[in-house]
């Protein structure tokens, strides 16, 4: 695989109770060797998260879930639950996930396309040049 970097846009679109217009966002540059688990801290650090022992976890396309294991979240029997080590080579351009942090939801995309996450947060990912 060649190596390419996806811009992965995240905006903060409902937290605290409050639903945000226009909402604040970031744009990381992430290797597709990064982890979820990488990905997860950089985006609680980025939005000045200070608890971060909450649990985590990203919502893919297909009921397919990357989370640290822990009894207290529990998936569907139809879900598929990877490790939090899996590496965002996983992700597709165009491909739209969920973040969740403890009762928080972020959506997220790997997609250089505009679409909208049906969930209250999104991020894109678009391939950067070398």
């Known amino acids: 695989m060649a190596k390419t970097w996806l811009s992965v ?4 679109v409902e937290g605290g109770g409050y639903r945000f217009w226009p909402r604040p966002g970031r744009v990381f540059a992430a290797a597709r060797k990064h982890t979820f688990a990488e990905l997860a801290t950089a985006i609680d650090v980025s939005f000045g998260r200070w608890d971060l022992s909450h649990l985590w976890q990203f919502e893919l396309e297909g009921h397919v879930y990357v989370a640290p294991e822990d009894p207290e979240w529990g998936s569907g029997e139809n879900d598929k639950v990877l490790p939090e080590t899996s590496r965002l080579s996983r992700l597709a351009v165009g491909d739209v ?3 969740q942090f ?26 950067r040049p070398r």
Do not use: K
Request: charged share 25%; aromatic share 6%.
């Open 102 to 127: 403890a009762r928080a939801t972020r959506g997220c995309t790997s997609a250089a396309s505009g679409r909208r996450a049906s969930t209250p947060s999104r991020s894109s990912a678009r391939r």
């Open 97 to 99: 996930f969920v973040y």
């Open 9 to 12: 846009t995240v905006e903060l």
